[in-house]
């Protein structure tokens, strides 16, 4: 992905006309700052400093509102995450299920410790709170998709597919 | 009984097609025909309390609307759900969309609301996806927007994604959260019934307790009341999670023996294992003893009179192998990462209190520990803007109590004898 500086950037068209639709639904446009951050992370990758102060710009509001409420919430990422985010439940009914052994089986296997990014950009591991998957614990939730039931196989089959560059469907594995 | 699941298992329930074959979206008329005072009044008479975790009668909160005011009135739903041990709005969201959009036509015609915001995890992204496709459906058959059903009301339901914070699962959290700003807690009063989003009356009422409203509406207050204790009126989705051998979510009316409830159910404690304790209503409840638990029925009067409380409906289950000292390391540090920071006694509690209960763990804590942390769950206990603060010290003072030799052996053997992981 190209480098963005302040000057270039910019929602693109289908971004644009879902942040107008957003605008729409508020009635204050300060309100628009979060679903305009989640289009401006997904367009961007990560909410830098020059993208939040677009999004403030955009929102008529101060940058450093755009950076308080980007740093207050967790899913906000101000530096690019992996290709592949892998984000492990570590709470409760988690940790009761095998969460840590997986925990380590991904820092072994990834060589990554929470927080890190793979130098390839291929894989970044992050330990979660509950994703409210308990029932089906433990929990992997990789990218918006989650991986219920996970085993050391499973996790096995889930880091192969991403090595080959796709998210393999939770239901094939 | 099935009120809030009975279209779970159906292929396709999501759809408006499925939801309508099952007679859906009739209440939603029948109730546009009541007037919304009689809406109202038929909730209260029902006893639906608030499924998000405290309880409180669904009718007399919409009561609290102030009536004739000259501003917009709001209705948030509230499928935040991040209570540990929770995952029942999701299901609904997943599995019956429409009737969660059925009730908020109920509740915002019986309010006289005309933009309801449903504020959802964002996480759930599957999830959101639903919703909204469910959503589109409602608005292109005229269920939603400037007339709906053909009755002159109108109603606008917009979704807001959540970015990762517990807090916003507090009512005046998530109403900060919509307004576009970080999610902590307001000071009350004012209540958000009065003073709430964009400093407008506002109704904020959880996934389920929205979805009950159907069925209040289209088979009578006095059939939902007749289910359950009478403080207890109705059926709830309890998630049931750790060591049991069915984990899931089931709908049960309450008023039940808890243990048999678990047994006939969730198939009781995994592999066979004797029960050590029960956390009831999500991390934030005080823990059962296995005693307390075999003589519990599930309703809200009888766990407040075990001194916990059914929250949210989550019940994480402890087998006897569970180190309970690890497991409340784990809870102290959900609370110390999720304290939004602005009042002390939280921010500085929850940090401390892990870090104690997390030295005990590994070995290095002293007996005096065990004192300190109750005194500064003291400290924590109705000190600050939100619940959060409470929502740690509850656990955590009846873990030290109840289990307190757990944590003296800890501290004697220098470290845990538990297995590393039970699952």
């Known amino acids: 992905m190209e480098k963005h500086t302040a000057a270039t950037i910019a929602f693109d068209e289908e971004r644009e006309a879902r942040f107008q639709r957003t605008l729409r639904a508020y009635p204050e446009k300060g309100a628009a700052l979060l679903p305009a951050l989640w289009l401006a992370q997904e367009q961007f990758g990560s909410l830098s400093d020059d993208v939040l102060a677009y999004v403030a ?56 410790q929470p927080g890190g990014r793979t130098p390839d950009g291929l894989f970044s591991l992050e330990l979660v709170e509950c994703l409210g998957s308990c029932g089906t614990a433990p929990v992997l939730r990789v990218n918006d998709t989650y991986f219920e039931n996970i085993t050391i196989e499973r996790m096995k089959a889930i880091l192969e597919n991403c090595r080959k560059g796709t998210l393999p469907d939770p239901e094939s594995l | 009984m099935k009120i809030i699941s009975a279209n779970f298992e159906k292929k396709d329930s999501h759809t408006l097609a499925v939801y309508e074959a099952g007679g859906g979206y009739a209440a939603a008329r029948k109730a546009l025909s009541m007037g919304g005072g009689a809406v109202v009044e038929e909730v209260k008479k029902s006893g639906l309390r608030g499924r998000g975790g405290a309880g409180f009668p669904a009718g007399v909160k919409w009561g609290f609307v102030p009536k004739g005011v000259d501003q ?101 959290g998530l109403i900060e959260s919509i307004e576009g700003k970080k999610g902590q807690p307001r000071p009350k009063p004012p209540f958000p019934a009065v003073v709430g989003l964009f400093r407008c009356p506002t109704v904020v009422n959880n996934v389920e307790t929205i979805s009950a409203l159907p069925f209040i509406i289209n088979e009578g207050a006095e059939k939902y009341a007749s289910l359950g204790t009478p403080k207890s009126t109705g059926t709830m989705l309890f998630s049931v999670s750790g060591m049991v051998e069915k984990p899931g979510v089931y709908e049960q009316e309450f008023g039940v023996n808890f243990w048999e409830f678990l047994e006939k159910r969730a198939g009781g404690v995994k592999g066979g294992r004797a029960l050590k304790a029960v956390v009831p209503g999500g991390s934030s409840s005080p823990i059962l003893t296995a005693d307390e638990a075999r003589s519990a029925t599930l309703d809200y009067e009888s766990l407040a009179e075990k001194g916990s409380m059914l929250g949210s409906g989550a019940i994480i289950v402890y087998s006897e192998d569970v180190c309970l000292v690890r497991a409340l390391a784990v809870i102290t540090r959900f609370y110390a990462h999720e304290s939004c920071g602005q009042c002390p006694p939280c921010r500085e509690g929850t940090y401390w209190l892990h870090r104690i209960v997390k030295r005990i763990e590994t070995g290095a804590g002293t007996m005096s520990d065990l004192d300190l942390i109750l005194r500064v769950c003291g400290n924590m206990r109705g000190t600050t803007v939100c619940v959060l603060s409470d929502a740690c010290a509850m656990p955590v003072e009846s873990y030290v109590r109840k289990f307190r030799s757990e944590f003296e052996e800890h501290i004697t053997r220098g470290g845990c004898r538990f297995p590393a992981e039970t699952g």
């Open chain 1, 57 to 112: 710009s955009r929102l008529e509001c101060a940058p450093v509102k755009a950076f308080a409420v980007a740093e207050f919430y967790t899913m906000y990422k101000r530096e690019r995450v992996g290709r592949f985010h892998l984000q492990l439940c570590r709470n409760l009914t988690c940790s009761l299920m095998g969460s840590e052994k997986l925990r380590a089986f991904i820092e072994n296997a990834v060589g990554i």
């Open chain 2, 72 to 172: 917009p009135v709001y209705l948030c739903v509230n499928a935040d759900e991040g209570e540990p041990g929770t995952f029942k709005d999701r299901h609904i969201m997943e599995k019956d969309p429409h009737r969660l959009i059925e009730g908020i036509i109920i509740a915002s015609y019986a309010v006289g609301i005309h933009t309801a915001f449903i504020y959802v995890r964002g996480e759930y992204v599957f999830q959101i996806a639903r919703t909204q496709r469910a959503v589109d459906e409602a608005y292109a058959k005229g269920y939603l927007g400037p007339d709906v059903m053909g009755s002159g009301f109108a109603l606008d339901v917009v979704i807001h994604r959540g970015a990762g914070a517990y807090i916003c699962g507090e009512e005046t």
